[in-house]
């Protein structure tokens, strides 16, 4: 017999413990080591977020001192890969060049893990190289393909800075430095979702560091998951007046299409994270252009609520927020890869220290027990 719908996809099961996050809980919405998103968002850097997520505790202003100097030191992009990045098509996705750089990293500044499987110090290294060579890899094969490659290394004291300095080569304004970052707050964690939950599978079985992340962005890449960012600025772009959107969302929802950027597995009737983008996007919405974009965006969010009650998530906004700051469409789940970087570095290390194997059990619903028949017996 099928599993009943409540339990496919794990929906429901509660798969570990984990002290990083909290996601959706009545009364306490999204919380990263206890700070509650709206705070961290507010008050916080991206920078601190990583070191908290990854270190367990706030930074002081020496650590995330320390901290920013280690990120800024790990920019650089060694020469086999840069030669490798040259190689790659131009049309290829970003989100498999991604994945290829941060494997290739893996070969060529392998983990340590030879004398003890938990070096925790060697993993948190690894994590912090992986935030910004992330960031200078995908945008080193992207300038190499479409523009001019002046620099691969800013100096830039966050990642933010030097996402947007590199992508525009110029040190972009504070408003729009501020904007990259608190996305970047906000897609840093999120308990166990689809990616995260790959890399614990991975990081169970002993494997190594890279391998973890490269299993997590390989997850993350599906339009279920991280891909809805991008499908929810061409669905944006798609319509021409608030008007239109209306239509064009009725009709698909007759289709029983599925309108990206909207829903959760376990926020039930909105996502803490989408106003808070949402706010960036009026923000930033200065442009005639831009305005009605986001009238659109409006229109959008109040017709799916109507006829299906589901809110915007993450996603939706975010994509207006990256069109806004004049990232191309087709970096937008990339930047996600940068972020979550950090979360998924978390639950690497937390899964080493108490690991067990994943392994569930499958509910079976092939054939019972067949006669093994010779092959000058079987039929077509
Ligand atoms: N557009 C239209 N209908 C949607 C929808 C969406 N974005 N999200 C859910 N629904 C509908 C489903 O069709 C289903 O309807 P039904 O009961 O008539 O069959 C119902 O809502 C329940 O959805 P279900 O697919 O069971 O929810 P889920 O928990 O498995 O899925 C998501 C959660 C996130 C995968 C789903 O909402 C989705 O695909 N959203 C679009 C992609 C996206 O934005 N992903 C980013 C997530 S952060």
Redesign the pocket.
Known sequence: MKMDHEAA?L?QVIAGDTAISTVGKEGKGLTYRGYAIEDLAQEASFEEVAYLLIEGKLPTKSDLKKYQDTLKADQAVPDPILKILNELPKLADPMDVLRSACSVLGVIEPENKSHNTNNANNAKQIASRLIPFSASALLYWYLSNFAKVKQIETGENSIAGHFLHLLHDKAPTEEARRALDVSLILYAEHEFNASTFAARVCTSTGSDFYSAIVAAIATLRG???GG?NEAAMKLIESFKSPDEAEAGILER?QR??????????VYKDHDPRSNIIKAWANKLAREPKQVVMLSIAERIEKVMWQE?H?FP???FYSALVYHFLNIPTFLFTPIFVISRISGWSAHIVEQRENNKLIRPLANYIGPDLLPYLPIEERKG
């Open positions: 996809g929906a339009p279920l998951h809805a929802l029983h299409d599925l309108i990206m950027g909207f829903g959760h597995r299906k589901l998530n993450l996603d």
